[in-house]
């Protein structure tokens, strides 16, 4: 069957992508000049639109909504409440107003989802009766938390002089650098913690909160516990240790922040059906959320996934490949995966 963008899918309903085999240019040997370029700065590329996005989010919060650092050096209650309450309402407008689009909208129906199935309307399982009420609470009171107290402590830390700082007048090259670099570094940083989560005692104390939604929403995206929190913000440690400016190491923990909602959306594009969409490109993780042991890293480093033989395009074969692995591991799937 198909639906009004005229995408076929299989008699379950599910569709994906066709171009999943595809390495990003620089990972493709030998290299192409021009190829690499396009992966850089074309549309859909490395910069845009998303990592755009996020680094445009921190850069407002950081120019209009952060309070200077002289007055950070010190803790008070009035500028962390402040950071807080401004990382509340962004994770707010962008968490829900995909959510508001996509599933109470239900802007473009089915169009672009990788299952027609929809998130339960009420699960006496969840937290206050409902998957999406549950994710809202631990992607707040937990996320949001944890994202915040890391970004105080860096601010302070910044205000003290007690970690390397990099002046973009000293050195633009590196300082321009190092800002193209955090995405990568955070999928690297991503993909490890990541299979920490997937060690049994961490998953069963932990990473198995964030696995109950399989069938994903944006809101499920932050909704993890706190160890996993603690976890999956820590990259911003590294700016800690390398001489960085602050932009830096909010652009880091604003990339964190918000990215999991587009990539948690269950769709692999918005848009309309006259062929103007935007891509997500988020259908690794989608199978992740519905095989459990396979692409741990991002989708926008799918290399680790295929040189650690975790790499799931949705084929059948690929499948078949998943299940060989775990059956030499010895590992007994969560019921979910099978």
Request: charged content about 15%; glycine content about 8%; some cysteine.
């Amino acid at each position: 069957m198909a639906d009004t963008t005229g995408v076929t899918r299989d008699k379950r309903g599910n569709w994906s992508p066709d171009y999943l085999e595809t390495l990003p240019a620089p990972m493709v040997w030998p290299p192409h000049l021009l190829a690499i370029l396009k992966w850089l700065f074309g549309w859909p590329g490395y910069l845009w639109p998303w990592n755009a996005v996020y680094l445009g989010f921190a850069l407002l919060a950081y120019v209009f909504l952060t309070p200077p650092l002289a007055e950070m050096a010190t803790f008070e209650t009035w500028w962390i409440a402040a950071i807080f309450a401004r990382n509340v309402g962004l994770t707010i407008l962008f968490f829900g107003g995909l959510h508001l689009f996509l599933y109470m909208l239900k802007g473009q129906g089915t169009d672009f989802r990788y299952s027609t199935r929809m998130p339960p309307a009420r699960d006496k399982s969840r937290l206050f009766g409902r998957q999406v009420r549950e994710n809202v609470f631990w992607s707040l009171a937990s996320g949001v938390t944890m994202w915040t107290a890391y970004e105080v402590v860096t601010w302070w830390l910044y205000a003290n002089e007690m970690i390397p700082y990099l002046d973009f007048a000293s050195n633009p090259v590196w300082f321009v650098v190092l800002l193209l670099l955090i995405p990568l570094i955070r999928e690297v940083h991503f993909y490890l913690t990541h299979r920490l989560l997937h060690w049994k005692p961490l998953y069963r104390c932990a990473h198995h909160l964030h696995h109950r939604n399989v069938n994903i929403g944006p809101w499920s995206g932050l909704s993890m516990h706190p160890i996993e929190h603690f976890l999956y913000f820590s990259g911003v440690l590294l700016h800690w240790v390398i001489a960085s400016h602050p932009i830096h190491a909010m652009f880091h923990v604003f990339h964190a922040g918000l990215s999991p909602a587009p990539g948690h959306s269950g769709y692999d594009r918005i848009g309309a059906e006259n062929g103007r969409s935007l891509s997500i490109g988020a259908y690794m993780h989608y199978l992740h959320h519905q095989y459990f042991e396979c692409n741990y890293g991002g989708d926008g480093l799918p290399l680790i996934d295929k040189l650690m033989g975790t790499f799931h395009d949705g084929s059948d074969e690929a499948h078949e490949r998943m299940k060989r692995r775990l059956r030499e591991r010895q590992w007994v799937k969560p019921a979910a995966a099978a």
